[in-house]
């Protein structure tokens, strides 16, 4: 598999859709793409970082012979949050006038569309949709994937409702911004947003836009993946970094600045912002790091990282969070290496055995859930329950200062989750 050839469309009425894999790529590779292709992990070779490879992650594909009867599970759905608190969502679409868009110059402000997971002051009303018919087909669009209609994606349950009130005391909630994969959308990491909202954080996921394969704009626009045509060499992702970091920066101007656009807004405590992503985007959390010293903590959930840390260093708390097979240390992925000896603060480093590419997303429960994909090597629901402890665990220690022994020692509840020695190159 290699980067697709992709369309884009910036106005009213259909888009060209992205051709997302080559004919007579198997069905599991296809809609795996919907979270791997062109992403920021490969498992086809080692990595260097002065060149990094970001194709779609063949060990997804190669596990499909061991288990050839994936069973359908009816209705797609996110479990249900953890903690204690109703959650509500709602979006938003913000223009930055400041800057042309970085992928369609001649759109002279970037736009961008963000959904905000709260906590809610009470259960009801109307849940909030996982994406539109039109987004689920565009991402499934002109791929032979027998019994599985386009909109299936869009059909998917969730567990927060659409704009209801959000509960709180001023300046009480930490913020946490989440950036997907590239071509993902925000809605592939809504099982982690709803899981932090119910426990009293705020969430904002950023849609990148022409990085996503499909986003919709309120006035009926859908925009697809205009960058996808780039040439993948190490300065188009060092653009992929810069830009998804003023789209961080611009978000949180937006949320915190003197007139925030969410009427929510107040109860968020600006002192207490931390950056999640998965993939490129978790490589952004660097980016966005060095570029914003709001954001007081990053996490990188198996991204191939492409903006160097400059020798000075940084001193704020990061977390690397893998696949065992792609990441461990002096592994087939160098960047973590490289990054880890400039990380001056507090640090950690965890691989979870046998998470794929797409584990630490909702994409492998929703794969499974449609009977297309098992990973025999870690079930998808124990795979958002490793995500969603883990990525809680370190928000926790650093936004609200509660020691987390799961960052510290062996779990005998997720063994699963090796702690990295860098030294020794080895994970236990």
Same mark, same amino acid.
């Given at each position: 598999?290699?980067?697709?050839?992709?369309?884009?469309?910036?106005?009213?009425?259909?888009?060209?859709?992205?051709?997302?894999?080559?004919?007579?790529?198997?069905?599991?590779?296809?809609?795996?793409?919907?979270?791997?292709?062109?992403?920021?992990?490969?498992?086809?070779?080692?990595? /260097?970082? *002065?060149?990094?490879?970001? &194709? !779609?992650?063949?060990?997804? +594909? $190669?596990?499909?012979?061991?288990?050839? =009867?994936?069973?359908?599970?009816?209705?797609?759905?996110?479990?249900?949050?953890?903690?204690?608190?109703?959650?509500?969502?709602?979006?938003?679409?913000?223009?930055?006038?400041?800057?042309?868009?970085?992928?369609?110059?001649?759109?002279?402000?970037?736009?961008?569309?963000?959904?905000?997971?709260?906590?809610?002051?009470?259960?009801?009303?109307?849940?909030?949709?996982?994406?539109?018919?039109?987004?689920?087909?565009?991402?499934?669009?002109?791929?032979?994937?027998?019994?599985?209609?386009?909109?299936?994606?869009?059909?998917?349950?969730?567990?927060?409702?659409?704009?209801?009130?959000?509960?709180?005391?001023?300046?009480?909630?930490?913020?946490? /911004?989440? *950036?997907?994969?590239?071509? &993902? !959308?925000?809605?592939?990491? +809504? $099982?982690?947003?709803?899981?932090?909202? =119910?426990?009293?954080?705020?969430?904002?996921?950023?849609?990148?836009?022409?990085?996503?394969?499909?986003?919709?704009?309120?006035?009926?626009?859908?925009?697809?993946?205009?960058?996808?045509?780039?040439?993948?060499?190490?300065?188009?992702?060092?653009?992929?970094?810069?830009?998804?970091?003023?789209?961080?920066?611009?978000?949180?101007?937006?949320?915190?600045?003197?007139?925030?656009?969410?009427?929510?807004?107040?109860?968020?405590?600006?002192?207490?912002?931390?950056?999640?992503?998965?993939?490129?985007?978790?490589?952004?959390?660097?980016?966005?790091?060095?570029?914003?010293?709001?954001?007081?903590?990053?996490?990188?959930?198996?991204?191939?990282?492409?903006?160097?840390?400059?020798?000075?260093?940084?001193?704020?708390?990061?977390?690397?969070?893998?696949?065992?097979?792609?990441?461990?240390?002096?592994?087939?992925?160098?960047?973590?290496?490289?990054?880890?000896?400039?990380?001056?603060?507090?640090?950690?480093?965890?691989?979870?055995?046998?998470?794929?590419?797409?584990?630490?997303?909702?994409?492998?429960?929703?794969?499974?859930?449609?009977?297309?994909?098992?990973?025999?090597?870690?079930?998808?629901?124990?795979?958002?329950?490793?995500?969603?402890?883990?990525?809680?665990?370190?928000?926790?220690?650093?936004?609200?200062?509660?020691?987390?022994?799961?960052?510290?020692?062996?779990?005998?509840?997720?063994?699963?989750?090796?702690?990295?020695?860098?030294?020794?190159?080895?994970?236990?």
């Amino acid at each position: 598999m290699r980067d697709p050839a992709s369309g884009h469309g910036t106005g009213a009425g259909t888009p060209t859709p992205p051709r997302r894999i080559r004919r007579g790529a198997t069905v599991v590779a296809a809609l795996l793409a919907f979270a791997a292709a062109t992403s920021c992990a490969s498992a086809s070779g080692p990595l /260097v970082s *002065s060149s990094p490879s970001r &194709e !779609p992650s063949l060990v997804s +594909t $190669a596990s499909v012979a061991a288990d050839p =009867s994936p069973t359908r599970t009816g209705t797609p759905h996110l479990p249900e949050p953890t903690g204690s608190q109703p959650v509500g969502t709602t979006s938003l679409h913000l223009k930055d006038t400041s800057r042309a868009d970085p992928w369609v110059p001649a759109a002279k402000a970037r736009e961008l569309m963000i959904s905000l997971w709260y906590p809610a002051k009470s259960r009801g009303g109307k849940r909030a949709p996982y994406m539109t018919a039109k987004e689920s087909e565009l991402i499934l669009q002109g791929e032979d994937i027998p019994g599985v209609p386009y909109d299936a994606l869009s059909t998917t349950r969730t567990n927060a409702f659409s704009d209801t009130r959000p509960a709180g005391r001023r300046h009480s909630l930490p913020l946490v /911004v989440l *950036s997907p994969g590239f071509t &993902e !959308p925000r809605a592939s990491l +809504t $099982a982690l947003a709803e899981e932090l909202a =119910s426990r009293g954080y705020v969430v904002a996921g950023i849609d990148h836009t022409y990085e996503s394969l499909a986003t919709t704009f309120p006035d009926g626009r859908v925009t697809t993946c205009v960058a996808c045509e780039a040439r993948k060499d190490q300065d188009f992702w060092n653009k992929v970094g810069r830009s998804r970091a003023a789209d961080v920066t611009f978000v949180l101007d937006e949320l915190t600045g003197a007139h925030p656009v969410w009427k929510g807004a107040s109860l968020i405590a600006p002192s207490r912002i931390a950056m999640a992503g998965h993939s490129a985007g978790g490589a952004s959390a660097i980016a966005a790091m060095l570029n914003d010293t709001r954001v007081r903590a990053g996490l990188n959930m198996d991204g191939t990282t492409f903006s160097p840390i400059p020798d000075s260093g940084l001193s704020r708390p990061f977390l690397f969070l893998g696949t065992q097979a792609m990441h461990s240390p002096a592994g087939k992925d160098t960047t973590w290496d490289r990054d880890w000896a400039r990380l001056t603060g507090w640090k950690r480093w965890l691989v979870v055995t046998g998470a794929e590419h797409a584990s630490f997303t909702d994409t492998a429960l929703l794969v499974e859930q449609l009977g297309i994909h098992r990973n025999p090597g870690l079930p998808a629901e124990r795979a958002v329950e490793i995500t969603r402890s883990t990525v809680r665990a370190f928000l926790d220690l650093h936004l609200r200062h509660k020691p987390q022994p799961l960052l510290d020692k062996p779990s005998t509840r997720y063994p699963e989750v090796k702690r990295c020695d860098v030294k020794r190159q080895s994970c236990a």
